[in-house]
């Protein structure tokens, strides 16, 4: 039996869509457990590409692989039907008992995604996705949220839509934004619970009963370990656990039934939304040739948003993040992506720690206070320039390339189990499967 948790392990849009659809070849049930619809998991297959943000990359391996959304997501019923119908649309998802949500899921409102979009327009703004990620979880955190289960009682749901009015008329008034009428909103809501009804479980003891039977569980993390709301660079984080952590309360599954965490992290470092991010290629203060670097990570590597289409901030592998996103996420295990996007740099240079007021430190300082300071420290390798996308096996990697993997294991001090050198599933050198 192998229970395996995939987490991001840098600000997000590390690859997980395609690892998480690699190892579910292995898996009878896959489980997104955080965020919503903020997330943007790219798989591609054949000439198919597929971006999916609620339902779990396993959908793509047709029938009997079980997707569960767990009960720690925030979910916006509307979207969740367009990506249901576009899947059926394509094939996938024929099943009804392929696709398992929880009761206890909270369910972003329009009123959400409103205040999300005005808070964006203001002084604070971090750069959000816009998909009222936020004010879905604090609605919830301040017991006044809308679950699931809710949008099938139309007395309880009203209620509910009333509070929730009661709550933010005042804010959304007052920066001229608007509210769905009353009528509108919960005629709308009930229609959708009412579609979506079939798919509802108690996902905690739907996943604890299939890990009895012997049946292997992926947790699909969603965002990155830095983006965490308790460890990440707050508060230019996302609001939930995105850690491994995460996996287990959100689906009320205990942290002993895992047997791994893999944490994928590109070969370098991208950000999208605002917030700290030293090794960056680019930004106000950028050299030249700096910039360039940065444009030309993006432009190979094509590091612009799955969800927003917003362009990525590029910037080079930083151990320093990388050491903090094994010891949240106890990582046994590295997936390291885009390796291909590296070649024909002549240099490639890691960041191994920093110096703060002086002091030199090995793992990035999160605290807003101390990050902005932070110098990062460099150690420069050799590049390369041969095309990766066709090594199928560590050895057939250039040296130059073999050497920067090396190097990065030995840093981190986890084992680097998978390298992806491409989108597609063959473009791929798997060294050790988590479930085997
Ligand atoms: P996720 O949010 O972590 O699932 O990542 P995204 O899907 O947002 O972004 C990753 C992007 O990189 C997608 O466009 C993937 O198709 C692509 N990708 C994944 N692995 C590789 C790789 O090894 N090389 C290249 N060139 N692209 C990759
Ligand atoms: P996947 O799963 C990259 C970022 C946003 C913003 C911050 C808060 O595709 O890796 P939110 O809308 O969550 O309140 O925004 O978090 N963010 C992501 N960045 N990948 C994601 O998901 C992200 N989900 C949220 O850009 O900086
Ligand atoms: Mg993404």
Redesign the pocket.
Known sequence: MANVIIV?AQ???EG?GKVVDLYTEFADVVVRFG?GA????TLVVGDQKLITHLIPSGVLRGRGKRCVLAGGMVIDPKTLLEEIAELKSRGLLQDDKDLVISTAAHVILPEHREVDRLRELGKNA??????G??PAYEAKMARRGVRMIDLIHPERLKELLLRSREELAQYIAERGGTFTPLEQELEESLAYGQKIKRYFTDTSSYVHQEMTRGRHVLFEG???AL?DIDHGTYP????SSTIAAGACTSCGIGPTSIDAVIGIAKAYTTR????PFPTELGGENATVSDAALGEQLRKVGHEYG??TGRPRRCGWLDVAALRLAARWNGMSGIALTKLDVLSKMKRVKICVGYKVNGREMSELPCDINEIEGAQPIYEELEGWDADTTSARDFESLPTAAQRYVRRIEALVGVDIGLISVGPARAETIMIKNPFR
């Open positions: 991001g600000w997000g849009d997980k965020g903020n997330a943007g998991h971090i750069g959000t996705t816009k998909r990620i936020g969603a965002q990155g983006l230019f984080v996302t609001s999208v939304g605002g917030g799955s969800t």
